[in-house]
């Protein structure tokens, strides 16, 4: 059972900052790749950040230059560094692991239940 917790959300005024952190737990093989992605309800569901297991990492344009992602892989741990946030950057945010419980099996994805962030103009 792989287990996907996320933290650090809450409430920040419009131009303020957050961090969110996301640990992974249980029988894990090998984490593939790990990131971010955000939902408001009525719209689809955002990819926001990603960092591969070998460290590079992506982002969204929307995010660029505001957020930064990073990992501590012995703890099976990612950041999300929230700052200039913005009221558009309001959503539920979900962290989002592809992982292998055994070496031979195909990876597969795991989601945490989100954390909320609400940026108040």
């Known amino acids: 059972q792989v287990q996907v917790v996320e933290s650090g959300g809450g409430l920040v005024q419009d131009g303020g900052s957050l961090r969110l952190s996301c640990t992974v737990s249980g029988r894990i093989s090998r984490i593939d790749s790990m990131g971010w992605s955000r939902r408001v309800p009525g719209k689809q569901r955002e990819s926001v950040a990603g960092i591969s297991r070998d460290g590079s990492a992506n982002y969204a344009d929307f995010v660029k230059g505001r957020f930064t992602i990073s990992r501590d892989s012995a703890k099976n741990m990612i950041t999300l560094e929230m700052d200039s946030l913005k009221p558009e950057d309001t959503a539920t945010y979900h962290c989002?692991?592809?992982?292998?419980?055994?070496?031979?099996?195909?990876?597969?994805?795991?989601w945490g239940q989100g954390t909320q962030v609400t940026v108040s103009s």
């Open positions: 989002n692991v592809r992982a292998r419980v055994l070496s031979w099996v195909a990876a597969a994805d795991y």
